[in-house]
């Protein structure tokens, strides 16, 4: 991993995940010392969060990804759900039964293992 934020965003996530909890943006930017009001580091974060689910994908887990939220909606935004649908992870589910299937997916395998670390 690079000194880019990415491995403190990325213990963040293994936090949440197994703590049973989710985490916003916002926190989660503050963990990289990322300000994500600020469009340029935003769009960091968001890098640093495809390369985990990225990972994820290649090793056959569930997206780590998940637990992160937006505060306004208690859902992942629109760019995980996108995501998802381009590895053709979404089937005919909707949004929120994706995510709350996704996000039981990840708190089991974070609850009994320990995945390796992406690179």
């Given at each position: 991993m690079t000194d880019d934020g990415h491995e403190r965003v990325y213990d963040r996530l293994v936090a949440a995940a197994r703590a049973r909890a989710v985490?916003?943006?916002t926190e989660l930017g503050k963990s990289a010392d990322l300000d994500v009001?600020?469009?340029?580091?935003l769009d960091r974060l968001v890098k640093i969060l495809d390369r985990i689910a990225a990972a994820d994908i290649r090793a056959n887990r569930p997206l780590l990804v998940a637990v992160v939220i937006r505060a306004d909606r208690g859902m992942p935004s629109k760019g995980f759900f996108d995501f998802a649908r381009q590895h053709r992870l979404m089937k005919r589910q909707d949004e929120m039964g994706f995510f709350a299937s996704e996000l039981s997916r990840v708190y089991a395998a974070w609850a009994v293992s320990q995945p390796e670390r992406p690179s």
């Open positions: 985490v916003t943006y009001s600020d469009l340029a580091q």
